[in-house]
Protein backbone atom coordinates (compact mmCIF):
# COMPACT_ATOMS: atom_id res chain seq x y z
CA UNK A 1 0.00 0.00 0.00
CA UNK A 2 1.24 3.89 -1.25
CA UNK A 3 1.81 6.08 2.09
CA UNK A 4 3.45 9.26 3.10
CA UNK A 5 6.23 6.60 3.76
CA UNK A 6 6.63 5.64 0.43
CA UNK A 7 9.08 7.92 -1.59
CA UNK A 8 7.99 11.49 -1.75
CA UNK A 9 8.37 12.77 -5.81
CA UNK A 10 8.89 16.56 -6.37
CA UNK A 11 7.10 17.70 -3.44
CA UNK A 12 8.08 21.30 -4.77
CA UNK A 13 9.32 20.95 -8.38
CA UNK A 14 10.88 24.13 -9.10
CA UNK A 15 13.16 23.75 -6.25
CA UNK A 16 13.63 20.21 -6.22
CA UNK A 17 13.70 19.04 -10.00
CA UNK A 18 16.89 17.47 -9.82
CA UNK A 19 18.60 13.74 -8.17
CA UNK A 20 21.72 12.72 -6.71
CA UNK A 21 22.70 9.43 -5.27
CA UNK A 22 22.93 9.81 -1.48
CA UNK A 23 25.07 7.00 0.16
CA UNK A 24 23.88 5.51 3.35
CA UNK A 25 26.19 4.83 6.04
CA UNK A 26 24.55 4.57 9.01
CA UNK A 27 20.69 3.26 9.22
CA UNK A 28 19.56 7.09 9.87
CA UNK A 29 21.14 8.33 7.42
CA UNK A 30 18.97 10.87 4.88
CA UNK A 31 18.07 9.52 1.76
CA UNK A 32 16.04 10.91 -1.03
CA UNK A 33 13.57 9.78 -3.62
CA UNK A 34 13.95 10.22 -7.22
CA UNK A 35 12.18 13.36 -8.38
CA UNK A 36 9.14 13.60 -10.80
CA UNK A 37 7.72 16.20 -12.68
CA UNK A 38 4.85 15.43 -10.56
CA UNK A 39 4.02 17.17 -7.62
CA UNK A 40 2.98 15.32 -4.09
CA UNK A 41 -0.53 16.11 -4.07
CA UNK A 42 -1.35 14.91 -0.99
CA UNK A 43 0.40 17.13 1.09
CA UNK A 44 -0.99 20.36 -1.02
CA UNK A 45 -4.41 18.24 -0.21
CA UNK A 46 -4.04 18.81 3.59
CA UNK A 47 -2.02 21.83 3.82
CA UNK A 48 -5.07 23.31 1.91
CA UNK A 49 -7.31 21.81 4.21
CA UNK A 50 -5.77 23.21 6.77
CA UNK A 51 -5.87 26.52 5.67
CA UNK A 52 -9.73 25.88 5.02
CA UNK A 53 -10.28 25.03 9.01
CA UNK A 54 -7.99 27.53 9.94
CA UNK A 55 -10.29 30.03 8.34
CA UNK A 56 -13.39 28.52 9.59
CA UNK A 57 -11.74 28.23 13.33
CA UNK A 58 -11.13 32.44 13.51
CA UNK A 59 -14.96 32.44 13.20
CA UNK A 60 -17.77 33.08 15.19
CA UNK A 61 -18.80 29.45 15.91
CA UNK A 62 -21.35 28.33 12.75
CA UNK A 63 -22.45 25.56 11.01
CA UNK A 64 -19.36 24.87 9.42
CA UNK A 65 -17.33 24.80 13.12
CA UNK A 66 -19.01 21.30 13.22
CA UNK A 67 -16.62 20.18 10.70
CA UNK A 68 -13.36 20.45 11.83
CA UNK A 69 -11.29 18.56 13.57
CA UNK A 70 -10.76 20.55 16.92
CA UNK A 71 -14.36 19.28 18.09
CA UNK A 72 -13.75 15.75 17.42
CA UNK A 73 -10.29 15.48 19.26
CA UNK A 74 -7.43 17.00 21.32
CA UNK A 75 -5.67 18.46 17.70
CA UNK A 76 -6.42 20.81 15.35
CA UNK A 77 -5.25 22.51 12.27
CA UNK A 78 -2.48 23.94 13.58
CA UNK A 79 -0.85 20.49 14.04
CA UNK A 80 -1.27 19.84 10.29
CA UNK A 81 0.45 22.76 9.21
CA UNK A 82 3.37 22.82 11.11
CA UNK A 83 4.09 19.18 10.49
CA UNK A 84 3.67 19.49 6.82
CA UNK A 85 5.67 22.91 6.40
CA UNK A 86 8.67 21.17 8.33
CA UNK A 87 8.13 18.15 5.75
CA UNK A 88 7.90 20.67 2.69
CA UNK A 89 10.62 22.69 3.88
CA UNK A 90 13.27 19.57 4.58
CA UNK A 91 12.52 18.00 1.86
CA UNK A 92 13.36 21.14 -0.61
CA UNK A 93 15.85 22.52 1.18
CA UNK A 94 17.68 19.30 2.50
CA UNK A 95 18.06 18.66 -1.38
CA UNK A 96 19.62 21.87 -1.73
CA UNK A 97 21.98 21.60 1.10
CA UNK A 98 23.48 18.21 -0.15
CA UNK A 99 23.52 19.31 -3.97
CA UNK A 100 24.37 22.91 -3.48
CA UNK A 101 26.07 23.10 -0.29
CA UNK A 102 25.17 24.63 2.92
CA UNK A 103 26.02 27.67 2.93
CA UNK A 104 24.09 28.43 -0.52
CA UNK A 105 21.06 26.69 1.20
CA UNK A 106 21.15 28.42 4.38
CA UNK A 107 20.98 31.62 1.94
CA UNK A 108 17.87 30.43 0.09
CA UNK A 109 16.44 29.69 3.82
CA UNK A 110 17.04 33.12 5.15
CA UNK A 111 15.40 34.57 1.85
CA UNK A 112 12.46 32.42 2.58
CA UNK A 113 12.43 33.73 6.26
CA UNK A 114 12.38 36.84 5.05
CA UNK A 115 9.58 36.53 3.12
CA UNK A 116 7.18 35.20 5.29
CA UNK A 117 8.42 38.10 7.74
CA UNK A 118 7.80 40.88 5.42
CA UNK A 119 4.23 39.20 4.62
CA UNK A 120 3.65 39.31 8.54
CA UNK A 121 4.14 42.73 8.67
CA UNK A 122 2.09 43.47 5.76
CA UNK A 123 -0.46 41.88 6.86
CA UNK A 124 -0.27 43.30 10.41
CA UNK A 125 -0.27 46.41 8.54
CA UNK A 126 -3.52 45.58 6.64
CA UNK A 127 -4.88 44.37 9.63
CA UNK A 128 -4.56 47.08 11.34
CA UNK A 129 -6.05 49.28 8.75
CA UNK A 130 -9.01 46.67 8.48
CA UNK A 131 -10.03 46.99 12.07
CA UNK A 132 -9.13 50.42 12.76
CA UNK A 133 -11.84 51.52 9.55
CA UNK A 134 -14.03 49.45 11.09
CA UNK A 135 -14.08 50.16 14.12
CA UNK A 136 -14.05 54.17 13.79
CA UNK A 137 -16.94 53.68 10.60
CA UNK A 138 -19.25 52.12 13.05
CA UNK A 139 -18.31 54.17 16.49
CA UNK A 140 -18.13 50.77 18.12
CA UNK A 141 -14.70 50.42 19.93
CA UNK A 142 -15.14 46.99 21.09
CA UNK A 143 -13.61 45.50 17.62
CA UNK A 144 -10.26 47.17 18.53
CA UNK A 145 -10.54 45.64 22.43
CA UNK A 146 -11.60 42.10 20.40
CA UNK A 147 -8.99 42.13 18.12
CA UNK A 148 -6.44 42.68 20.55
CA UNK A 149 -5.28 45.87 19.14
CA UNK A 150 -5.94 48.59 21.74
CA UNK A 151 -2.45 48.59 23.19
CA UNK A 152 -1.76 49.96 19.51
CA UNK A 153 -4.21 52.30 19.63
CA UNK A 154 -2.75 53.41 23.25
CA UNK A 155 1.23 53.36 22.33
CA UNK A 156 1.39 52.92 18.44
CA UNK A 157 5.07 54.30 18.41
CA UNK A 158 5.87 51.34 21.00
CA UNK A 159 3.31 48.69 19.38
CA UNK A 160 5.01 49.28 16.06
CA UNK A 161 8.41 48.39 17.25
CA UNK A 162 7.21 45.03 19.60
CA UNK A 163 5.43 44.01 16.04
CA UNK A 164 8.54 43.77 14.46
CA UNK A 165 10.42 41.91 16.88
CA UNK A 166 7.04 39.70 16.64
CA UNK A 167 6.39 40.58 20.50
CA UNK A 168 2.92 42.15 19.53
CA UNK A 169 0.26 40.03 17.44
CA UNK A 170 -3.40 40.80 17.24
CA UNK A 171 -5.59 38.19 17.08
CA UNK A 172 -5.15 35.38 14.78
CA UNK A 173 -2.05 36.57 14.03
CA UNK A 174 0.34 33.82 16.10
CA UNK A 175 0.78 31.32 13.45
CA UNK A 176 3.43 33.37 11.03
CA UNK A 177 5.87 34.07 13.92
CA UNK A 178 6.29 30.66 15.23
CA UNK A 179 7.04 29.51 11.45
CA UNK A 180 9.23 32.46 11.06
CA UNK A 181 11.11 31.04 14.45
CA UNK A 182 10.83 27.61 13.37
CA UNK A 183 12.27 28.31 9.80
CA UNK A 184 14.85 30.64 10.93
CA UNK A 185 16.61 27.19 12.70
CA UNK A 186 15.73 24.89 9.92
CA UNK A 187 19.42 25.16 8.65
CA UNK A 188 21.17 23.42 11.60
CA UNK A 189 18.64 21.64 12.12
CA UNK A 190 19.09 19.58 8.35
CA UNK A 191 22.70 19.96 8.92
CA UNK A 192 22.40 17.77 11.94
CA UNK A 193 19.54 15.73 10.47
CA UNK A 194 22.06 14.56 7.34
CA UNK A 195 24.59 13.31 9.57
CA UNK A 196 22.24 12.35 12.71
CA UNK A 197 18.63 12.32 12.15
CA UNK A 198 17.45 9.88 15.23
CA UNK A 199 19.34 12.08 17.39
CA UNK A 200 18.50 15.13 16.14
CA UNK A 201 15.29 14.39 16.72
CA UNK A 202 15.85 12.87 20.00
CA UNK A 203 17.30 16.49 20.66
CA UNK A 204 14.10 18.02 19.50
CA UNK A 205 12.31 15.90 22.08
CA UNK A 206 14.37 16.38 25.02
CA UNK A 207 14.16 20.81 24.57
CA UNK A 208 10.24 19.40 24.32
CA UNK A 209 10.30 17.47 27.44
CA UNK A 210 12.60 20.56 29.13
CA UNK A 211 9.91 22.85 27.85
CA UNK A 212 7.27 21.40 30.28
CA UNK A 213 9.87 20.75 32.93
CA UNK A 214 11.27 24.39 33.06
CA UNK A 215 8.71 26.32 31.82
CA UNK A 216 10.49 27.97 29.10
CA UNK A 217 8.81 30.63 26.77
CA UNK A 218 8.83 33.58 24.90
CA UNK A 219 7.45 36.67 26.10
CA UNK A 220 4.44 38.81 24.39
CA UNK A 221 3.75 42.00 24.55
CA UNK A 222 2.13 43.90 26.23
CA UNK A 223 2.06 41.08 28.46
CA UNK A 224 1.77 36.85 28.48
CA UNK A 225 3.69 34.58 26.70
CA UNK A 226 3.13 33.37 22.69
CA UNK A 227 0.30 31.73 21.92
CA UNK A 228 2.51 28.98 20.50
CA UNK A 229 5.34 28.17 22.23
CA UNK A 230 8.55 27.68 19.62
CA UNK A 231 10.30 25.92 22.21
CA UNK A 232 7.28 23.16 22.39
CA UNK A 233 5.88 23.57 18.52
CA UNK A 234 9.41 22.93 17.27
CA UNK A 235 8.55 19.04 17.93
CA UNK A 236 6.02 18.98 15.50
CA UNK A 237 8.61 20.70 12.74
CA UNK A 238 11.23 18.76 13.55
CA UNK A 239 9.50 15.70 13.90
CA UNK A 240 7.99 16.89 9.72
CA UNK A 241 11.53 17.55 8.84
CA UNK A 242 12.88 14.12 9.82
CA UNK A 243 9.57 12.09 8.20
CA UNK A 244 10.94 13.73 5.35
CA UNK A 245 14.02 13.01 5.51
CA UNK A 246 13.82 9.16 5.12
CA UNK A 247 11.99 8.55 8.85
CA UNK A 248 8.90 8.17 7.02
CA UNK A 249 10.65 4.93 5.23
CA UNK A 250 11.71 3.98 7.93
CA UNK A 251 8.75 3.76 9.68
CA UNK A 252 6.86 2.25 6.78
CA UNK A 253 6.50 -1.71 9.12
CA UNK A 254 5.52 0.45 12.17
CA UNK A 255 2.50 2.20 9.99
CA UNK A 256 1.88 -0.78 8.22
CA UNK A 257 1.35 -3.06 11.59
CA UNK A 258 -2.49 -3.90 12.09
CA UNK A 259 -1.48 -3.13 15.98
CA UNK A 260 -0.41 0.66 15.00
CA UNK A 261 -3.69 0.91 13.66
CA UNK A 262 -6.36 -0.09 16.10
CA UNK A 263 -4.02 1.80 18.59
CA UNK A 264 -4.87 4.79 17.00
CA UNK A 265 -8.54 4.10 16.39
CA UNK A 266 -8.96 3.32 20.10
CA UNK A 267 -7.23 6.48 21.18
CA UNK A 268 -9.30 8.47 17.88
CA UNK A 269 -12.36 7.21 19.90
CA UNK A 270 -11.24 7.67 23.53
CA UNK A 271 -10.47 11.42 22.67
CA UNK A 272 -13.66 11.92 20.36
CA UNK A 273 -15.65 10.90 23.89
CA UNK A 274 -13.80 13.20 25.94
CA UNK A 275 -15.01 16.10 23.47
CA UNK A 276 -18.54 14.61 23.79
CA UNK A 277 -18.31 16.11 27.48
CA UNK A 278 -17.35 19.14 26.26
CA UNK A 279 -20.67 19.55 24.98
CA UNK A 280 -23.15 17.61 26.16
CA UNK A 281 -22.82 18.32 30.10
CA UNK A 282 -25.32 15.40 30.98
CA UNK A 283 -22.22 12.79 30.30
CA UNK A 284 -19.44 14.69 31.98
CA UNK A 285 -19.79 12.62 35.27
CA UNK A 286 -19.00 9.31 33.48
CA UNK A 287 -15.75 10.76 32.77
CA UNK A 288 -13.63 9.40 35.73
CA UNK A 289 -12.71 11.97 38.08
CA UNK A 290 -8.99 10.38 37.94
CA UNK A 291 -8.35 10.83 34.37
CA UNK A 292 -9.96 14.37 34.68
CA UNK A 293 -7.57 15.70 36.95
CA UNK A 294 -4.50 14.54 34.88
CA UNK A 295 -5.72 15.21 31.83
CA UNK A 296 -6.67 18.74 32.19
CA UNK A 297 -5.75 21.92 31.36
CA UNK A 298 -4.83 20.38 27.68
CA UNK A 299 -2.21 22.96 27.01
CA UNK A 300 -1.82 24.19 23.10
CA UNK A 301 0.32 26.92 24.04
CA UNK A 302 2.91 24.44 24.58
CA UNK A 303 1.54 21.35 22.07
CA UNK A 304 0.45 19.12 24.91
CA UNK A 305 1.04 15.42 24.71
CA UNK A 306 -2.38 14.59 24.02
CA UNK A 307 -2.49 16.71 21.30
CA UNK A 308 0.51 15.49 20.12
CA UNK A 309 -0.70 12.05 20.24
CA UNK A 310 -4.09 12.77 18.73
CA UNK A 311 -2.00 14.20 15.31
CA UNK A 312 0.00 11.15 15.52
CA UNK A 313 -2.91 8.87 15.42
CA UNK A 314 -4.78 10.44 12.99
CA UNK A 315 -1.65 10.78 10.28
CA UNK A 316 -1.08 7.29 11.12
CA UNK A 317 -4.99 6.71 9.25
CA UNK A 318 -4.39 8.49 7.04
CA UNK A 319 -1.04 7.45 5.53
CA UNK A 320 -2.78 3.71 6.07
CA UNK A 321 -5.25 4.08 3.57
CA UNK A 322 -4.68 7.03 1.77
CA UNK A 323 -2.85 6.07 -1.55
CA UNK A 324 -0.60 8.26 -3.18
CA UNK A 325 -2.05 7.08 -6.62
CA UNK A 326 -5.84 7.62 -5.56
CA UNK A 327 -7.68 8.84 -8.18
CA UNK A 328 -9.84 11.80 -6.19
CA UNK A 329 -6.29 13.65 -6.49
CA UNK A 330 -6.82 14.47 -9.54
CA UNK A 331 -10.62 15.35 -9.11
CA UNK A 332 -11.59 18.94 -9.69
CA UNK A 333 -13.83 18.72 -6.51
CA UNK A 334 -10.56 18.92 -4.91
CA UNK A 335 -8.56 21.22 -6.95
CA UNK A 336 -9.06 24.33 -5.11
CA UNK A 337 -7.98 22.57 -2.19
CA UNK A 338 -5.12 21.33 -3.44
CA UNK A 339 -4.70 24.77 -5.33
CA UNK A 340 -4.64 26.79 -1.77
CA UNK A 341 -1.99 24.27 -0.29
CA UNK A 342 0.07 25.25 -3.31
CA UNK A 343 -0.80 28.82 -2.53
CA UNK A 344 -0.25 28.32 1.33
CA UNK A 345 1.68 32.12 2.63
CA UNK A 346 -0.76 33.85 0.35
CA UNK A 347 -3.73 31.94 1.06
CA UNK A 348 -3.41 32.21 4.78
CA UNK A 349 -2.63 35.88 5.08
CA UNK A 350 -5.85 36.38 2.61
CA UNK A 351 -7.82 34.05 5.18
CA UNK A 352 -7.00 36.21 8.05
CA UNK A 353 -8.08 38.82 6.53
CA UNK A 354 -11.01 37.37 5.35
CA UNK A 355 -12.00 36.23 9.24
CA UNK A 356 -11.86 39.56 10.47
CA UNK A 357 -14.49 40.80 7.46
CA UNK A 358 -16.62 37.83 8.46
CA UNK A 359 -17.12 39.02 11.66
CA UNK A 360 -17.83 42.32 11.28
CA UNK A 361 -20.36 41.10 8.82
CA UNK A 362 -22.20 38.60 11.52
CA UNK A 363 -21.96 41.19 13.84
CA UNK A 364 -23.13 44.05 12.29
CA UNK A 365 -25.85 43.07 9.52
CA UNK A 366 -26.54 39.69 10.72
CA UNK A 367 -26.27 36.13 13.19
CA UNK A 368 -28.22 33.49 11.95
CA UNK A 369 -27.09 30.31 11.23
CA UNK A 370 -27.78 31.03 7.39
CA UNK A 371 -26.11 33.84 7.27
CA UNK A 372 -22.41 32.21 8.91
CA UNK A 373 -23.28 29.71 6.73
CA UNK A 374 -23.00 31.99 3.59
CA UNK A 375 -20.28 33.89 5.73
CA UNK A 376 -18.26 30.71 5.67
CA UNK A 377 -18.35 29.41 2.36
CA UNK A 378 -17.88 32.91 0.84
CA UNK A 379 -14.51 32.94 2.33
CA UNK A 380 -13.56 29.73 0.86
CA UNK A 381 -14.45 30.66 -2.44
CA UNK A 382 -12.65 33.88 -2.13
CA UNK A 383 -9.94 31.98 -0.81
CA UNK A 384 -10.09 29.21 -3.84
CA UNK A 385 -10.22 31.99 -6.46
CA UNK A 386 -7.44 33.59 -5.22
CA UNK A 387 -5.14 30.43 -5.74
CA UNK A 388 -6.54 29.58 -8.73
CA UNK A 389 -5.45 33.23 -9.61
CA UNK A 390 -2.22 32.58 -8.48
CA UNK A 391 -1.75 29.45 -9.95
CA UNK A 392 -3.23 30.86 -13.32
CA UNK A 393 -0.45 33.83 -13.04
CA UNK A 394 2.15 31.18 -12.07
CA UNK A 395 1.79 29.05 -15.32
CA UNK A 396 2.04 31.98 -17.74
CA UNK A 397 4.84 33.43 -15.81
CA UNK A 398 6.76 30.06 -16.62
CA UNK A 399 5.30 29.91 -20.08
CA UNK A 400 6.96 33.70 -20.54
CA UNK A 401 9.88 33.20 -19.22
CA UNK A 402 10.71 29.79 -21.37
CA UNK A 403 9.70 31.95 -24.42
CA UNK A 404 12.33 34.91 -23.39
CA UNK A 405 15.23 32.28 -22.75
CA UNK A 406 13.95 30.57 -26.14
CA UNK A 407 14.32 33.68 -27.95
CA UNK A 408 17.87 34.40 -26.10
CA UNK A 409 18.70 31.52 -27.30
CA UNK A 410 17.92 31.71 -30.81
CA UNK A 411 19.56 35.36 -30.33
CA UNK A 412 22.73 33.64 -29.24
CA UNK A 413 22.66 31.53 -31.65
CA UNK A 414 22.11 34.27 -34.84
CA UNK A 415 25.01 35.81 -33.53
CA UNK A 416 27.51 32.94 -33.26
Known amino acids: MTSVADPIAGALP ?6 VPVARPRADAVTFPVASAERELRLD ?23 TIRNYGFSDATEIFIFISGYTAAFVYGRAMLEQ ?28 AEISYVATSFENP ?63 VLLYALTWQFDLYLTAYPNGAWAFNPFAWQ ?14 RRMSR ?40 WMYPINKPDLDVLRFAHFLAL ?8 RKDWAGLKSPWLRPMIRCGQHSLEIFCIGVFLAFAGHFVLAEVSGGPWMHLLVSIAGIVIMSSAAWLFSWYKRVAVKGGTRAKSADADLAGGGA
Not at 259 to 276: G, H, K, M, N, P
Not at 315 to 322: D, E, G, K, P, Q
Request: charged residues 10%; positive net charge.
Open 101 to 128: GTLVASARILKRVWQIYVAHIFLFTIFL
Open 14 to 19: AEAAQT
Open 142 to 204: LYSEEMGILDFLKQPDVTIVQALLLRFRPVNMDVLPLYIVLMLFLSPILWLLQRRADFTLALS
Open 45 to 67: LFRGLALWLIFIDHLPPNILTWF
Open 235 to 248: LLFVFGAWCALGGA
Open 315 to 322: AAITVRFL
Open 254 to 293: VLASPVTLWLSVAYLLAAFWVTLTWYIPQIHHLLPKVIEQ
